[in-house]
């Protein structure tokens, strides 16, 4: 079965602080995995995508890393800063089909001063 | 450029009433998909629309239904609502159906059923 699974559920840190978010999934066959960053009450807006070849992919404090091997990434955010709060969302898209994206349920990051 | 944009941005209906939503595409994008999300949980696939026709559909009941019109916009409709239809509704468009397509998301319109 097709799933994504992410941890933790939710998690808060003081600004400044860096934090990870994980993701494993079981999708298959894998075409590519992306982060999205959903502020509450607005559409999901993508951070990386990464395929199968790639390790890690950088968007400013943002570092997403993947293991196709174990079928994990990670999404690492540095020096945080209160606008990060907000839900992370893990989306692996399979090769083929309409209905190809699974999503993972998210992580509600909270960054407090 | 104009992002994906959606209408209404709130709504609220009674049950059994019926509701139209609707999404404009990035401009170039041939491709929606409407996706449901209840809070906390992560988006649920209702449809997907390429060139005006259906490409996929969700577990979703058939009082759900959508379509494309030719300048690539779409309506999602939705019949005799449940209090369970509450929710945030999310069109996204891509350029095509490629797997590498990234879906851009449109900021939801947030129904609510009493």
């Known amino acids: 079965k097709n799933q994504v699974e992410q941890s933790p559920q939710s998690l808060i840190i003081l600004e400044g602080k860096n934090c990870t978010l994980q993701c494993n999934y079981t999708v298959s066959p894998f075409s590519n995995l992306r982060w999205y960053k959903q502020d509450t009450g607005r559409g999901p807006v993508s951070l990386t995508i990464?395929?199968?070849?790639?390790n890690t992919k950088s968007n400013g404090r943002y570092t997403a890393t993947l293991d196709a091997d174990t079928k994990q990434s990670s999404l690492h955010i540095t020096a945080s800063q209160l606008s990060d709060s907000a839900s992370y969302i893990c989306?692996?898209?399979?090769?083929?089909?309409?209905?190809?994206?699974?999503f993972g349920t998210g992580t509600r990051l909270t960054v407090i001063p | 450029d104009a992002g994906v944009t959606q209408s209404p941005t709130h709504l609220i209906k009674t049950r059994g009433q019926q509701v139209t939503l609707r999404c404009s595409p990035i401009s170039g994008h041939k491709s929606v998909s409407w996706y449901q999300q209840v809070l906390g949980q992560g988006p649920q696939f209702i449809f997907q629309y390429y060139e005006k026709e259906e490409r996929g559909r969700g577990n979703f009941p058939d009082r759900f239904s959508a379509r494309q019109f030719p300048n690539y916009s779409s309506e999602l409709n939705v019949n005799a609502l449940l209090l369970g239809d509450s929710a945030l509704y999310l069109c996204?468009?891509?350029?095509?159906?490629?797997?590498?397509?990234?879906?851009?998301f449109g900021p939801g319109t947030r129904l609510t059923v009493l």
């Open positions: 990464m395929t199968f070849s790639e």
């Open positions: 989306v692996v898209s399979a090769k083929s089909g309409a209905n190809n994206l699974f």
């Open positions: 996204a468009s891509s350029p095509g159906l490629a797997d590498t397509d990234t879906q851009y």
